[in-house]
């Protein structure tokens, strides 16, 4: 997805790669590293890779986000696999409450996977501009789905749970790619969409449209519409 970013995302656009894990020969044959990279920070061995390659910066941090201080407004694509982390992000989003940001969740299983879009103003908990009809704001992944902040985490790396067949040797790149599409229409402004769900084994994609109706479905929070009027 990292890759991708480095396409889809304008060129003034900071890239900030976050992740304290070191590369290991079994990530070599399912994520962008080489062997020249085993035994470094997988963050750090990255954004010195994409950055090489795409000709712009890309920064990393080595440190876990709950020790970081995001104090800028923009986009946080979450690509982690348990609650502890998530309830991290969660935090992270709420701090410096006058930034506006986006949380695009991303999630998968053997064969299919799931992306929850939030925002930071969960204190709105969502809200749609009347007469354009667009969305202002949504409830946070965790809000939307709070199962994600009870998941253990996991014992066994992706490469693991492929050679156990617990995940499928494509479903990280597919996942990769609705991630890009998503926020390709988010910084396009054309992004309709609240929740996405894929089953690979019956070839489907299910979308849940941003609306008030659907935000109250898995809220149960009545709507908020705003009214902008002429002054």
Request: proline share 6%; aromatic share 6%.
């Amino acid at each position: 997805m990292a890759e991708g970013l480095c396409r889809v995302l304008p060129p003034h656009a900071r890239l900030i790669l976050v992740d304290h894990d070191r590369v290991e020969e079994r990530n070599l044959v399912r994520q962008n590293f080489t062997s020249q990279d085993i035994g470094r920070f997988k963050s750090e061995a990255l954004a010195y890779n994409l950055a090489r390659k795409s000709g712009r910066p890309v920064a990393y941090s080595i440190f876990p986000v709950a020790m970081m201080d995001f104090n800028w407004a923009g986009l946080m694509l979450g690509c982690v696999d348990n609650g502890p982390a998530r309830r991290d992000i969660a935090r992270k989003m709420e701090d410096h409450a006058y930034y506006s940001r986006w949380w695009l969740d991303a999630g998968n299983g053997e064969n299919y996977g799931q992306i929850l879009i939030g925002s930071q103003r969960s204190r709105l908990l969502h809200s749609f501009e009347q007469e354009s009809e667009t969305c202002l704001a949504l409830p946070l992944p965790t809000i939307q789905m709070p199962t994600l902040l009870a998941q253990a985490p996991r014992t066994r790396s992706c490469a693991e749970a492929v050679a156990a067949g617990d995940q499928g040797p494509t479903i990280n790149q597919v996942m990769a790619a609705l991630v890009l599409e998503v926020v390709r229409r988010i910084i396009e402004g054309t992004c309709p969409w609240m929740q996405l769900y894929l089953d690979m084994e019956v070839g489907s994609l299910v979308p849940v449209l941003a609306t008030p109706e659907a935000v109250e479905g898995v809220t149960g929070i009545k709507k908020r519409k705003l009214i902008h009027t002429k002054s």
